[in-house]
């Protein structure tokens, strides 16, 4: 195609680009402006379908329309607001008929963010077979984000760093000599959190050896690793550190706590038994044994009640049916429910209350607050007020509590015993003011009648003769003391 020689002045003298001038804007936001201008001009062509047979291309030879085409024409117009259509065909392009190649997207598509009708390939979708280069404008981070991920931090940097919470990586620390000063300059910190996040990372980066060869100079890091082995259960690690270390007794006890992780009753007993001979202190092991026969006397009681509350027969499992096994309880659990089910037993059974006292030494107190608490729930007056029954060489009787009989009250009332049976063991309280508090404040009408009398104090028996029912019998009893010219009075 030939062109006008009007038509090549004007091309020749024409330029895309601009003067400067200081009416210019160089900010950013008036260039977003002329760029957000320039796409929409461009989208004026694409969008026209006057010409769909036609296909334009600049005097470079690329179709007016592509992608790379608005790219330079952007570049070129972001000062100035583009050209009309017309003076566009007449200066920077010719028409040519051109079959225009498939393509699954236009321009127009691309800036709005849509394909083309009919088409089910999205933009994402047919640039993700070709190479893409981005062309908008990407903002870069403020340097000083970068510094937090920087390798060039010297340890004590880097501690100080851990110390305030930031981001900060211990990779770079590969040598020995530089672990250890790090480990150093964390101890001088006196920050446990900064001292294991460093013992995290000898952990993982050194072997056993090493770490346990450093360690065993450095006390403070050792009782800190020790520490976290025993939050995070690593047993086979603090078994090994201990054996380094030749601290045998917590090498025993640390293993004597993997027992906590069999569940079985018959394994636990087998692993319990490899624990006795282990280099516990002599009071450990004495527990030891103890933790070792109570289970083995579990299992035996276990199974037998299991048998009798399945037969139906016992008249305790019918009445009161086991809520829980007894394996794997405390002791005082397990005694507890000896004497709740088993109270009669002969001494000579496994389950029996006395058998257990005597196998295991539990003490009185213990024995009697235990029992106390098992037969009072089961209403078993008679066997309480045995409990505390004594006979002397002579054969009189005498009753002694050996937890006191303020706390065998305080029990016997949790457990809704009968004001009679109460009555009974306030008159037992040995202190006076604590008798006068309990007999008050459960209503035993008669022990506080008749301590006021023994005291002679007739004001506090005045007192107390207002609390009570009016025409009762404990009116009368008080009015008639009161009435008694047989007792002098203090006041």
């Not at 360690?215 to 054996?243: M, P, T, W």
């Not at 004495?286 to 070792?292: K, V």
């Not at 949790?414 to 009555?423: F, T």
Request: net charge neutral.
């Amino acid at each position: 195609m030939s062109r006008t020689k009007g038509d090549e002045e004007e091309y020749w003298n024409s330029s895309k680009f601009k003067a400067f001038t200081f009416d210019d804007e160089d900010d950013e936001l008036s260039q977003l402006k002329e760029s957000k201008r320039a796409v929409n001009s461009l989208r004026d062509f694409v969008d026209d379908d006057d010409d769909d047979d036609l296909e334009r291309v600049s005097w470079t030879g690329e179709p007016v329309g592509s992608i790379s085409w608005s790219i330079k024409e952007t570049a070129g117009n972001s000062g100035s607001v583009p050209e009309g259509r017309d003076q566009l065909k007449g200066r920077n392009s010719f028409y040519t008929q051109l079959p225009k190649p498939p393509s699954a997207y236009s321009l127009s598509s691309f800036f709005k963010g849509r394909t083309r009708p009919g088409s089910f390939q999205s933009l994402s979708d047919a640039l993700s077979d070709t190479p893409s280069k981005s062309y908008a404008p990407e903002l870069g981070r403020p340097k000083g984000e970068y510094r937090d991920y920087s390798n060039d931090w010297s340890p004590s940097d880097t501690v100080r760093r851990l110390r305030r919470g930031k981001v900060c990586s211990l990779e770079r620390f590969r040598s020995l000599q530089d672990k250890l000063q790090l480990l150093e300059e964390a101890m001088s910190m006196h920050d446990g959190n900064v001292i294991t996040a460093v013992l995290i990372f000898l952990k993982r980066t050194l072997s056993k050896e090493v770490l346990f060869r450093e360690l065993e100079v450095r006390q403070v890091a050792l009782r800190h690793l020790i520490h976290f082995l025993k939050e995070i259960g690593d047993q086979k690690l603090l078994l090994d550190l201990f054996r380094f270390l030749d601290r045998t007794e917590e090498l025993a006890l640390t293993h004597y706590r993997e027992h906590l992780n069999i569940q079985d009753p018959e394994k636990r007993k087998e692993f319990l038994k490899t624990c006795i001979g282990l280099p516990f202190s002599a009071e450990d092991s004495a527990h030891i044994q103890d933790h070792y026969t109570l289970l083995e006397r579990q299992i035996i009681i276990e199974a037998n009640d299991r048998h009798l509350e399945s037969a139906g027969q016992t008249e305790i499992f019918r009445k009161h049916p086991r809520k829980a096994s007894i394996l794997n309880m405390p002791l005082v659990t397990t005694l507890f429910y000896a004497c709740f089910y088993h109270y009669t037993e002969s001494e000579g059974t496994f389950s029996s209350p006395i058998n257990l006292k005597k196998t295991f030494k539990i003490p009185d107190k213990q024995y009697v607050l235990t029992a106390l608490a098992a037969r009072a729930k089961l209403r078993a007056w008679n066997d309480v007020d045995a409990l505390f029954t004594t006979k002397n060489w002579l054969g009189y009787t005498k009753k002694r509590a050996p937890i006191g009989f303020h706390r065998v009250v305080e029990i016997l009332h949790k457990n809704s015993a009968p004001v009679q049976i109460l009555q009974d063991y306030v008159n037992l309280v040995e202190d006076v003011d604590t008798k006068l508090n309990l007999a008050t404040k459960l209503k035993c009408h008669d022990v506080v009648i008749d301590t006021c009398r023994d005291l002679k104090d007739r004001q506090q028996l005045l007192a107390y003769r207002s609390k009570v029912d009016k025409g009762s019998v404990e009116e009368e009893k008080i009015d008639a003391i009161l009435n008694s010219s047989q007792i002098r009075w203090k006041n």
